[in-house]
Nanobody, 121 residues
Framework: QVQLVESGGGSVQAGGSLRLSCWASGYSYSSGYLGWFRQAPGKEREGVASIGIGDGRRFYADSVKGRFTISRDNAKNTVYLQMNSLKPEDTALYYC??????????????WGQGTQVTVSS
């Protein structure tokens, strides 16, 4: 059974930083990916970043390139999202997901419950 548990969300002022963590249990597909998605009220869910479990290949949305960094610690079954230079438009519910890769939610089969990130101006 696949379990994804996010943590690390919170409230921060614009320009600040947060680090999200996702503990992923039961998903060890070496060709698979772990990704971060977000959904703001009234908007569609969008891919933020993803990383290959086996090869570490990374994908980033254009809106977060240069500000966010995704990393993984396979020994701890954990993927991280370091978010720097946060902007109010980064405010959303952030989800961790496991799937086949890329930044399309259609490629991901397993989802966490989400952690809220709020950035104030």
């Amino acid at each position: 059974q696949v379990q994804l548990v996010e943590s690390g969300g919170g409230s921060v002022q614009a320009g600040g930083s947060l680090r999200l963590s996702c503990w992923a249990s039961g998903y060890s597909y070496s060709s698979g990916y772990l990704g971060w998605f977000r959904q703001a009220p009234g908007k569609e869910r969008e891919g933020v970043a993803s990383i290959g479990i086996g090869d570490g290949r990374r994908f980033y949305a254009d809106s977060v390139k240069g500000r966010f960094t995704i990393s993984r610690d396979n020994a701890k079954n954990t993927v991280y999202l370091q978010m720097n230079s946060l902007k109010p438009e980064d405010t959303a519910l952030y989800y961790c997901a496991a799937g086949l890769g890329g930044l399309s939610s259609l490629s991901y089969n397993y989802w966490g419950q989400g952690t809220q990130v709020t950035v104030s101006s």
